[in-house]
């Protein structure tokens, strides 16, 4: 699993965040955020991966 992955499986829960509002909130479908937190898609475009971690408030440097 990639460290992307993990670090918003760990997070989206924290701020109490579904996959479904994570996705209404980043703008793309449910089957996306999923695809993303099992690494079904290692090609995840860097605007979602941004997307995601605004929305969760991550600092991007952590994920760096």
Known sequence: ???IAKII?????KMGIS???LSKLV???FH??????SWSTPDSKI???K???YALAINIDYLI
């Open 32 to 37: 996306t955020i999923k695809k993303i937190e």
């Open 27 to 29: 703008r793309v479908t």
């Open 51 to 53: 997307k995601i971690v």
């Open 9 to 13: 499986m760990k997070y989206r829960p």
């Open 1 to 3: 699993m990639s460290t």
């Open 19 to 21: 996959q479904d509002k």
């Open 47 to 49: 605007e979602t991966i």
